[in-house]
């Protein structure tokens, strides 16, 4: 497999807490040489990434580097995140601010209403949370005129509910995922398996 290039796109903030406190130049030269991509690659394999690079004769990391590509990868937690947070996005019903929904979401705003692909039961505690947060992100791109805020929410709480499913269903996936980004603490989860794999296999069915 071409480990340079799927380390290339590893955050380098994993390497010091696979316990080795590289800073970004020298992280850099290692992944330039085969023993220190060896290195690398043992720390990520004994800490993060025990699916994605342990031993196994079977598994291939570049293959799930090739196949979720980062923007296909994004894409998916992005839907999952906007899924997740359907409740409070099937609340709201001002008509500016659905306007804003409307044109940042895309079609993926019709997923959050679309009950068949979930129904949107959470535990009070976990919904009060959820719309708190979403509330705070749409009060923030409603100021500023700009998604960021709530596109923020959702691609963390996306890649939380991806890594929580995938590490049943697609280990490597799952650390793949985790790999892309700095370490942060793991939110809670809420996401039913079968929501998530539906929307799973409509983006792989558009990465295949």
């Not at 590893?10 to 992280?27: I, K, R, S, T, Y």
């Amino acid at each position: 497999m071409s480990l340079r290039a799927l380390l290339a796109e590893v955050d380098p903030a994993w390497f010091e807490h696979a316990g080795a406190p590289l800073d970004a130049a020298l992280a850099a030269r290692a992944r330039d040489t085969a023993l220190g991509r060896r290195m690398l690659g043992a720390w990520l394999a004994d800490g993060p990434a025990a699916s994605l690079l342990g031993p196994d004769p079977v598994r291939d990391p570049a293959a799930v580097r090739r196949r979720w590509t980062r923007p296909r990868l994004d894409a998916l937690c992005r839907d999952v995140g906007i899924l997740a947070h359907a409740p409070p996005i099937r609340a709201e019903v001002r008509r500016e601010p659905v306007r804003r929904l409307r044109a940042a979401l895309g079609n993926s705003y019709m997923l959050a209403l679309d009950r068949s692909v979930w129904d949107g039961a959470l535990e009070p505690e976990r919904q009060r949370t959820l719309v708190a947060g979403f509330d705070q992100a749409l009060a923030g791109a409603m100021g500023g005129d700009d998604p960021a805020p709530l596109f923020a929410i959702f691609d963390r709480q996306g890649r939380a509910e991806l890594r929580a499913w995938a590490r049943r269903r697609d280990p490597a996936l799952a650390d793949w995922c985790r790999l892309l980004h700095p370490p942060d603490d793991e939110l809670p989860t809420h996401l039913p398996e079968k929501p998530v794999l539906r929307v799973y296999t409509h983006h792989e069915a558009r990465a295949a």
